[in-house]
C-alpha cells in the first residue's frame, strides 16, 4: 500500500517508490538557497541493488511514499559476510548481508534485538535502537575541572569506534550513545 506525501515531508528511512524501483531515504534536509525556491536534497539507496543517488525534489512535489511492515527479530550471529537474524514472533531465521546491514555491523552484538522493515517479504533495512550503551576501553587524560557542558576528548568504546566524551569520562565508565549520530549522551551506571 502506498500514499502520496509532499517531498517536504520526506523523513529519514521512508521508503519511496520512483520510476525505476523502491529507494530508502538515507538522509533528506531542507534547503533555501537565497532568493530561490525552496527544495529537498535527498540521498536514496535504491532497494533492488543497493546503488545510492542523490536526487533533489521540490519542496512541493508529490512523492509515493510505500507503507511498511517492522518484524522484531533478534540478531543471533555472523558468518564471514552474512549475518543471521530470528523472527521473535515466527522464530524463522533469516540472513542478511554485510552489505545490506552497512555501517550498522559494528552495533550488532550477539541476542541483541532490533527491528527489520520488510516491504512485502523483502527486507529493506535494520533499525538499532535509537541509544545503546558502551564501556570506555581507552580515552585522552582526564581534563582537570571539565564539567558536564566543557571541553571533549577522544575516547574509544568496545565496539571499536571512535567518539567524542566530556572531560570527566573515563577508562571503565559506561556511556550511552545515539547510534544514529554516534554522540555521547551521559554516563550509565554499570
Known amino acids: 500500500m502506498s500514499m502520496q506525501i509532499s517531498a517536504n515531508s520526506l523523513r529519514k528511512d521512508d521508503v519511496l517508490q520512483l520510476p525505476d524501483g523502491l529507494y530508502v531515504c538515507l538522509k533528506a534536509e531542507h534547503r533555501t538557497p537565497g532568493n530561490k525556491r525552496a527544495f529537498m536534497q535527498a540521498i536514496l539507496r535504491r532497494v533492488s541493488d543497493r546503488i545510492q543517488k542523490d536526487m533533489k525534489f521540490s519542496a512541493t512535489?508529490?512523492?509515493?511514499?510505500?507503507?511498511?511492515?517492522?518484524?522484531?527479530?533478534?540478531?543471533?550471529?555472523?558468518?564471514?559476510?552474512?549475518?543471521?537474524?530470528?523472527?521473535?514472533?515466527n522464530y524463522n531465521q533469516v540472513e542478511l548481508s554485510k552489505d545490506f546491514i552497512g555501517d550498522a555491523t559494528v552495533f550488532l552484538t550477539e541476542e541483541m534485538n532490533l527491528n527489520v522493515t520488510y516491504h512485502e517479504e523483502t527486507p529493506i533495512s535494520i533499525r538499532l535502537p535509537k541509544t545503546m550503551d558502551f564501556e570506555i576501553i581507552e580515552a585522552d587524560p582526564e581534563i582537570k575541572g571539565a564539567t558536564a557542558s566543557a571541553q571533549y576528548k577522544n575516547a574509544k568504546i568496545d565496539n571499536g569506534l571512535d567518539i567524542k566524551v566530556p572531560g570527566f569520562v573515563k577508562i571503565g565508565d559506561m556511556v550511552r550513545i545515539n547510534t544514529e549520530t554516534l554522540e555521547y549522551m551521559e554516563r550509565v551506571k554499570k
Open 61 to 89: 512535489e508529490r512523492l509515493e511514499k510505500i507503507d511498511l511492515i517492522e518484524r522484531p527479530m533478534q540478531y543471533l550471529y555472523h558468518d564471514g559476510d552474512i549475518y543471521h537474524f530470528m523472527d521473535t514472533q
